[in-house]
């Protein structure tokens, strides 16, 4: 991986390329969610407070996983097509706001949750969301080579876009179907 994979272009077209990456975002996003690992072992909340951070969490998955659905849409379009590379590039880059607003809201939101740290599929969630922060970062630094490729975008940039796509997938999907488990056997345990 180049030293400069985390410099986007300064075309103007795009919001994400605004705001170049650094090592501050590659360290601060783990940290962050190590953070919000500790604080969930600490802070226990009350049912009103329970309930608001359960719906902050279902509306974050609406927010960043609609985001990532649409970002692959438009992918979908250029395979079959029916739109130019460079506007596909475009597109997913202004999505990335939403995208990290959601794993912001899930972050937040699900240190107030009281996981079960203890628990396998809770870790196995936590290893989904770290990939998840990792793959999102290196989707926007991708993005950013893609865009200052033009339309000269190489095999290699393409396959590591699509790699980044199905690992998006499987980690915003397997994270939430965690959840959802998680939430049928609480609401199970909650009828005893």
Not at 33 to 47: E, F, M, N, Q, Y
Not at 144 to 167: D, I, Q, Y
Request: include cysteine.
């Amino acid at each position: 991986m180049s030293a400069d994979i985390g410099r986007m272009p300064r075309t103007g077209r795009s919001h994400a390329s605004q705001f170049p990456l650094s090592a501050l975002a590659w360290i601060g996003a783990p940290v962050a969610l190590g953070v919000a690992i500790w604080v969930s072992t600490r802070v226990h909340v009350g049912p009103g407070w329970l309930e608001a951070a359960l719906f902050v969490h279902l509306a974050s998955v609406v927010v960043g996983l609609g985001a990532v659905l649409v970002a692959d849409y438009f992918a979908a379009l250029w395979v079959l097509r029916l739109d130019t590379l460079a506007e596909v590039i475009a597109g997913t880059q202004r999505l990335h706001l939403p995208i990290w607003l959601g794993m912001i809201g899930l972050v937040s939101s699900g240190m107030l949750l009281g996981p079960d740290l203890s628990a396998d599929t809770t870790r196995l969630k936590l290893a989904l969301v770290f990939a998840l922060l990792l793959n999102g970062l290196y989707a926007r630094a991708l993005g950013g080579r893609m865009a200052a490729a033009g339309t000269t975008v190489g095999t290699g940039l393409l396959v590591r876009g699509a790699l980044t796509s199905v690992v998006s997938q499987a980690c915003w999907w397997g994270a939430v179907w965690i959840g959802f488990a998680a939430a049928q056997a609480r609401a199970a345990i909650g009828r005893l």
